[in-house]
C-alpha cells in the first residue's frame, strides 16, 4: 500500500497533505462514549480486540482521516511487565511504584504475543476491517515517558521520583530505561507483525527533561528503537510535547517523522531539523474552539508553513474529550481543501 | 545601595555570583508554616505587612541568599480590579471568570497605593527590616499570565478559554491585556516608590503559547511594561516557564534580566539572547532532592554554562514545598564558593 499518509511519512510527492489526529479515537466521539460505556472500564475496552478495533474505525468514518491508530492504552506493555495497574474515574493511571533496583528484580520484558495478544488481535481485526489506503498506525510509549509513568506511579506535575533517581543514580534508571527500550521493541515489532504500516512512539513527558538530559537518557532509548525497527520498512513517527529545546536531537534519533508540538511552527522545525525527517503536526488543539473560518485560517497557516514534501498534518497535541466533532470533521475537510498540490 | 545582586542584573562584574530562590519565601521553611498558622489563611498572610515582612526575611537569615523577594500573591492586583478571589485549601485559587466584554466592564484599573496599600507597606516594613546590602525585589505577574487566570478563573491545564478568546476575538482579549498592562505599571512603579529596588516579571503561563502568539501578545504588554519602568532606574527581570521557542522575543522586550528555566542551558540562551540582558537561573528545582556532591555538580554545570559577568543564580523554577531545606542552604553557600571570581 503507498497511501498518502505513507507516502507524506518517507517525505514523497502525495495529491494532497494527509491528516490524522492524536487521540482521534477518544470521547469528543459520540460514538466513542457508547462503545466505552459498552465495555464497561477503560482497561477493558483497551484488552477486547472487536471493541478496541470499533473505536479505531470510528474516525475513518466519521472524520475521513487518511490513517488509522491502533486504540490501546501507553501502559498496558507496562502492566505486563508487571507493573500493577488500575485506572481511576477521573484521576488516571495508579501504577505501583518502581524506585529501586529490588524493585526493577520484579519485572520482566515481556513476550507481547503471549502476554498482550489482545494488542495484536486489535491490530488484526483492524488492519482487516479498515477500507483499502487507509494505513493503521501501531504505537507505543517510548521509554522516558513510561519510566516517569513507572517511577512516579502516575501522572506527575514535577517529576520529582523520576529525575530523582536520574540525579542520584543514573544508572539504575538506566536499567530500567533498558528494561523499557527492549520491551518497546519487541512490542512494536510484533505490531507490526500483526499488521501495523507504521508506529508512533509518544515520547509526551520529555518535555519535562533539560536539552543535556534529553540528549543523555531520552535520545539514545529512541535511536536504539529506530535502529531496531528500520529494517521492518514501516515509518516511525516520534511525538514529544514541549520539544522546542531539542528537536536537532529528536532529528538525530533516526526516526523517520518528527512530530512537532504547536509551540514552533513548522518552518521553524524544518530549518533547525535540516530537513532530515518528515514533519507532524502541528495545529494547537484549542484551535478547534474556535468558529469555522479561523480554524480554516489556522489549518492554513500551519500548511503555509510546512515543508513542500513530507507533511503529515495532526495537531500540536491530543484532541480534547470537549472538542466540537464538527470542529474535526471541518479540519480534515480543509487539510484536504487547502492541502492539495499544484497537479 | 550597589550589591552583588544588582550589579549582575546590569551586567557588572561582581565578587561572586549572587543568589536568591524563587519562592525562597515559602512551605519548605519551618519557619514559613510557622508564621503562615498564625495568619490563618494565605490570603491574609499576604495582605498583613507585618506578617509578610517576616517570611521575606525568613530566608535571607536561613539561606543567606543576596536578594528579599516581596511576599505577596500575584493575583492581588486583579482582586483589586475588581475580580472575586478565594483560595481554598489544595486547590489554588478560584477566581469569577471573565470572558465577555459585558465581565471587563466590571473592572478598573486600581490605584495600588489607594487599594492595595498592604502590598506597598510589605515592601516599606521589609526594606526597613533588610540588613544593609540585600536588596528587594517587586513582584507581579505579567498580562498574559494574569489574563490566563482570569479568564479560566484559576489554574488550567489546556488555557481553554484565554486561547479561546485569543482565536475568535484577539481585540477584545487585547483590551483584558491593556487593563491588566496598565494595572501591572502603576502596580510596580508604586513598589519602588515604596522602595523595591529590583523587579520580576512571572509570565509562568506563557509557555503554553506558540512563538508567534508570545510574539503577537505576550511580548508587547512586556515591552510596554519595561519601557514604562524604564526611568525608574532598577533593573525588570523577565520570568517564563517553558521560553525555549522565544527566548529571543523576550529580549527583544526590553527587560534587563532574563530567568531561564531549566530545560536550555546559560549558555545556549546567552548566545540566542547575544548577550542583550544579564541571565537568571537555571538549577532544575528537582536537583535540591539529590545528596549534596550531585547538587554542588549540578550547581557548578550552571555555573560553567553562565555568561562571565551578568549571571544571578537561580532556579529554573519556583522550590518545591518539600525540597529539603539544607539542600537550599547548601545551594546558597555552593553558588557563594564556587562563584567567586579571580581578583
Same sequence: chains 1, 2.
Avoid at 94 to 114: K, Y
Wanted: net charge neutral; hydrophobic share 45%; charged share 20%.
Amino acid at each position: 500500500m503507498n497511501s498518502r499518509f505513507l507516502k507524506a511519512c518517507r517525505q514523497q510527492p502525495v495529491d494532497t497533505t494527509p491528516i490524522w489526529i492524536m487521540r482521534q479515537a477518544g470521547r469528543y466521539l459520540p460514538e466513542y462514549r457508547s462503545t466505552r460505556a459498552k465495555a464497561g472500564d477503560f482497561l477493558t475496552l483497551c484488552k477486547t480486540p472487536d471493541l478496541a478495533c470499533e473505536v479505531a474505525l470510528q474516525p475513518v468514518e466519521r472524520l475521513g482521516v487518511d490513517a488509522a491508530i491502533l486504540f490501546s492504552d501507553i501502559l498496558v506493555p507496562v502492566e505486563a511487565m508487571g507493573v500493577g495497574l488500575r485506572f481511576t474515574e477521573g484521576e488516571g493511571p495508579r501504577l505501583e511504584p518502581v524506585r529501586s533496583q529490588a524493585d526493577l528484580a520484579r519485572l520482566h520484558v515481556p513476550d507481547p504475543v503471549a502476554e498482550t495478544g489482545f494488542v495484536m488481535d486489535a491490530v488484526r481485526a483492524i488492519r482487516r476491517a479498515l477500507p483499502p489506503g487507509i494505513p493503521l498506525i501501531g504505537f507505543s510509549g517510548a521509554p522516558f515517558t513510561l519510566a516517569s509513568y513507572v517511577v512516579e506511579g502516575g501522572t506527575s506535575r514535577n517529576f520529582r521520583h523520576v529525575l530523582g533517581w536520574l540525579y542520584e543514580d543514573p544508572a539504575g534508571l538506566g536499567r530500567l530505561m533498558d528494561l523499557l527500550t527492549e520491551t518497546v521493541i519487541l512490542y512494536l515489532k510484533a505490531q507490526v507483525e500483526a499488521g501495523a504500516q507504521a508506529l508512533q512512539l509518544f515520547d509526551t513527558w520529555a518535555g519535562v527533561l533539560s536539552r543535556r538530559q534529553y540528549r543523555e537518557v531520552a535520545a539514545p532509548a529512541t535511536a536504539r528503537i529506530a535502529a531496531a525497527l528500520r529494517g521492518l520498512g514501516v515509518p516511525l513517527i516520534l511525538y514529544v510535547n514541549g520539544s522546542a529545546p531539542f528537536l536537532e536531537e529528536m532529528a538525530g534519533t533516526g526516526v523517520d517523522v518528527i512530530s512537532v508540538d504547536w509551540r514552533v511552527s513548522l518552518g521553524e522545525a524544518a530549518q533547525r531539523t535540516r530537513g532530515a525527517t518528515a514533519l507532524q503536526g502541528n495545529l494547537d488543539p484549542m484551535a478547534l474552539y474556535a468558529p469555522p473560518k479561523i480554524l480554516e485560517r489556522e489549518a492554513a497557516r500551519v500548511l503555509a508553513e510546512a515543508p513542500a514534501v513530507g507533511h503529515v498534518f495532526n495537531l500540536g497535541h491530543g484532541i480534547q474529550p470537549d472538542a466540537p466533532v464538527e470542529s474535526a470533521v471541518a479540519l480534515v475537510e480543509v487539510v484536504h481543501r487547502l492541502g492539495r498540490k499544484e497537479p
